[in-house]
């Protein structure tokens, strides 16, 4: 195991035949100070500026400062700073080696709060996310937008999982959000809360009258944004899942029962925020579902009846959809061959281009909507009042001008525009073509993210920021709680304040969030005489995974022969299937996992002057290991790559037989281009979010 530093040996690792050699004098040339130092902040100003990601030219035209260079980032600096309410991660533990927060304890055993100002379960949900949204990071010295580093880069990489990743991501973002105001708009119609209603129509109409209908729209946009509790007076916050978004009243959930606020079924959660992301996931699962029984032409009005089976081969999923289509072609009389087919690559291979901007756009879209979000509701560290009152100000003119324009003149400008963006295009383009060649990349310096919502974090930024404040103080935080236990089966206990000023009776609340007692018993009577039926196509599926299995448990246990030969690829494999008897426990400090194949631990050490990352063989079971182990300083990490522990299709088939979890791999850049990969790590999330908190690098995902 690990050995704490002691005041004789700084750095136990020389017991564990991990090389001590002396870092040399590049590193004294690095400040060796803890990479969170304060420093003070450029002046404002507008000032010519070379960068050289912005072309030979460009105008600080944000204010403030760029976070180029060396200078460290808003978000380091909020990891830095004094905070006001502390939380446990906040505190001063006066320990040279780090403070392990309950990372292996039951929730309930966790410090509460862990960041002053921010409920645990909400911490939780951001780190989940940051976690599936995260794939592949790297240090950046360039120009970084708004201030805060972890901005998706322009050349990012395009992989169906990152898609998946960034289409669940809007789902919980966007299309919960328009959700929820879809059924807002429909509790106001319906009548149903007259008071409320009344408000507002007789609002309206007063306002139509005198001909003041936008500066309303624009004043009550400003009460909104600048005085928060105008929102739950307004708009009374109700559960999503309990509103009908037809009449505006109360419904039972889609899932039987309510088990969650936020979420469009009402499904149960174990956590805050599950329950909405199991949705997404099934969102986009459902969207794969109909793309490919769309390419198989699946007709379930013209099929015959079939008797179930089992296919014995496993092609490639991403080219079912592609041979089904071509087998639809052929079964109505038509030419499935693909042989004279000129149109196949070319729209192959355009569908593939075009899929990475696809992916930057959604990825713009939700970055943007939590933007917004973070800045109508901020969360600490960040500043609470100023991007409001910022978003605020920019409205108070539009009231001004719109009181001073009748809406005629209105109407009459607004049909100016149109017909000046419609027949203007030479003068569009002599303009945009000027603005390139005088300041390069002007439109990035014009985003809004460098502008209205300039030092406004996205969640993810919002997430690094949390876990660099606990690096900052030696306590990292604890990762989001995981169990195999089953959500619960009741809904939890609703007050008065869930339900809002809904027009429902407290018995048909309670009927609408408890499960009918007689759907419940059909469904569990359709449950037993499903369990009696007998399934042969199951029988059959049983049969080949009981036979796949073993397939698969032979393949990965000559993996151990074909490693000690020398394979690469057969280390790599090694200890991605887990032991289910064995327990594994272990970080802040200690992450188990393999190097080369070897079995051993993964440590961080903060305790030393210069922060590392390394690797120990277990002892116990080689001894000859010091030829193995390796030596990181953090600050020297300039890429880290999350891995798969198998290849996606490998993956699919294993889990599918084992129904076991795969332990992934991580891949470390240095500065002098030298990759270590290690492998079979079961922590591999809590150790990518440690080693990206930890340093002074400036992130750019990839």
């Known amino acids: 195991m690990y050995r704490q530093p002691t005041p004789n040996n700084p750095d136990p690792m020389g017991f564990r035949g991990v090389p001590t050699t002396d870092p040399g004098p590049e590193h004294e040339k690095r400040s060796l100070l803890h990479p969170f130092g304060k420093t003070e902040s450029p002046e404002v100003g507008i000032a010519p500026t070379k960068d050289e990601s912005l072309g030979r030219r460009t105008r600080n035209i944000t204010g403030g400062s760029t976070s180029s260079g060396d200078s460290p980032t808003e978000s380091h600096a909020l990891a830095a700073a004094d905070h006001g309410v502390k939380g446990a991660a906040q505190q001063d533990h006066g320990a040279a080696e780090v403070k392990d927060l309950g990372w292996q304890e039951h929730v309930s055993k966790v410090p509460t709060p862990l960041v002053g100002g921010l409920p645990n379960e909400e911490l939780w949900v951001l780190v989940r996310r940051f976690n599936k949204q995260m794939y592949h990071v790297k240090a950046t010295t360039d120009y970084l937008p708004g201030g ?32 929820g105001f879809g059924k807002h708009i429909a509790r106001l119609r319906s009548w149903r809360e007259p008071r409320r209603t009344a408000i507002f129509c007789t609002t309206y109409f007063t306002a139509w009258f005198f001909n003041l209908t936008i500066p309303l729209y624009l004043v009550t946009m400003i009460i909104l944004i600048a005085y928060p509790p105008a929102r739950a007076i307004l708009f009374p916050p109700a559960p999503l899942a309990l509103v009908d978004s037809n009449t505006g009243g109360v419904k039972t959930p889609s899932a039987g029962m309510l088990g969650s606020h936020d979420s469009a079924t009402g499904a149960a959660e174990k956590h805050k925020g599950e329950a909405v992301e199991q949705e997404a996931h099934n969102f986009v699962s459902s969207f794969g579902a109909i793309a490919l029984s769309s390419a198989a032409g699946k007709n379930p009005h013209t099929e015959a009846e079939e008797d179930e089976s089992v296919d014995k081969s496993l092609p490639d999923p991403t080219n079912v959809a592609l041979h089904a ?48 979000a973070n800045a109508l509701s901020p969360t600490k560290p960040f500043p609470q009042d100023e991007p409001r009152l910022k978003l605020a100000a920019i409205l108070v003119p539009g009231v001004a001008v719109s009181l001073l ?8 400008l607004s049909h100016f525009f149109v017909g000046f963006g419609f027949f203007a295009d030479p003068v569009i383009w002599r303009a945009a073509h000027w603005l390139n060649q005088e300041f390069p990349n002007w439109q990035k310096l014009l985003e809004i993210r460098n502008t209205l919502l300039k030092g406004v974090p996205t969640n993810a930024q919002l997430t690094i920021t949390l876990l660099r404040i606990g690096e900052a103080n030696k306590a990292p935080l604890p990762p989001p709680p995981q169990s195999s236990e ?22 048909e609340v309670q009927d609408a969030i408890h499960k009918d007692p007689a759907q419940a018993r059909e469904e569990h009577l359709q449950e037993q005489e499903q369990a009696k039926k007998p399934k042969h196509g199951s029988k059959i599926i049983g049969f080949f995974k009981g036979t796949t299995k073993t397939g698969v448990e032979t393949k990965l246990g000559v993996d151990h022969v074909r490693a000690k030969i020398g394979s690469e690829h057969a280390k790599n494999r090694l200890g991605v299937l887990p032991d289910p008897k064995e327990q594994v426990l272990n ?19 903060t305790a030393s002057t210069i922060p590392y990352v390394a690797f120990t063989r277990d002892t116990s ?17 300039t890429e880290l790559v999350k891995k798969g522990g198998l290849g996606w299709k490998a993956k699919i088939v294993v889990g599918w037989a084992t129904d076991r979890n795969i332990n992934d791999a991580l891949e470390i850049v240095d500065k002098s281009g030298n990759m270590t990969r290690l492998t079979a790590i079961p922590l591999r999330e809590e150790l990518f979010n440690r080693l990206v908190a930890m340093g002074p690098q400036k992130w750019e995902a990839w």
């Open 148 to 179: 805060l580093d972890l901005n998706i880069a322009d050349e990012e990489e395009f992989s169906p999982d990152k898609l998946r990743a960034n289409i669940e991501r809007l789902y919980m973002t966007v299309i919960i959000g328009l959700m």
């Open 325 to 372: 289509s071509n087998a639809r072609v052929s079964t109505k009389g038509g030419s499935s061959t693909t042989k004279h087919d000129k149109t196949k690559q070319p729209m192959e291979a355009a569908m593939w281009i075009k899929a990475r901007p696809v992916m930057h756009v959604i990825a713009d879209i939700a970055d943007g909507w939590e933007r917004f």
């Open 405 to 412: 324009t009748s809406p005629a003149a209105f109407v009459k």
């Open 486 to 507: 089953p959500p619960p089966t009741h809904p939890p206990a609703l007050s008065a304040e869930d339900v809002g000023p809904l027009d429902a009776s407290h018995e």
């Open 587 to 605: 970080g802040p400090v200690e992450f188990k996992g393999r190097y080369k194949g070897k079995k051993g631990d993964i440590f961080i050490s």
């Open 621 to 637: 079971l080689d001894k000859d290991d010091a030829d193995e182990a390796f030596h990181i300083p953090i600050a020297d990490i």
